[in-house]
Nanobody
Framework: QVQLVESGGGLVQTGGSLNLSCAASGRTFSSYAMSWFRQAPGKERVFVAD????????QYVDSVKGRFTISRDTTKNTVYLQMNSLKPEDTAVYYC??????????????WGQGTQVTVSS
């Protein structure tokens, strides 16, 4: 059974940092891109960042560039999202997701349950 389990969320003040983790299990993810999404209250879920499991190539939404860093540890089957200089608008539930790179559909195959990040002003 494939599982993505997020952790590391919490309450932090503006300007603070959090490091989210996504522990992946149940299959080999070498042909997958691992992504972070977030969903703020009353808004749609949006893409934040992703990274290819094998090559480590990453990309980010413009609003987090220079503040967030996505990385992966293939030995631990874990993906991280280091979030620095946090702002109140970063408040959301953060989700980890996995997408097979060669399906052509762009569909995300697996999702985690989410972890809450709250940034106080």
């Amino acid at each position: 059974q494939v599982q993505l389990v997020e952790s590391g969320g919490g309450l932090v003040q503006t300007g603070g940092s959090l490091n989210l983790s996504c522990a992946a299990s149940g299959r080999t993810f070498s042909s997958y891109a691992m992504s972070w999404f977030r969903q703020a209250p009353g808004k749609e879920r949006v893409f934040v960042a992703d990274i290819t499991w094998s090559g480590g190539k990453s990309q980010y939404v413009d609003s987090v560039k220079g503040r967030f860093t996505i990385s992966r540890d293939t030995t631990k089957n874990t993906v991280y999202l280091q979030m620095n200089s946090l702002k109140p608008e970063d408040t959301a539930v953060y989700y980890c997701a996995a997408k097979y790179l060669y399906s052509g559909s762009g569909r995300y195959d697996y999702w985690g349950q989410g972890t809450q990040v709250t940034v106080s002003s």
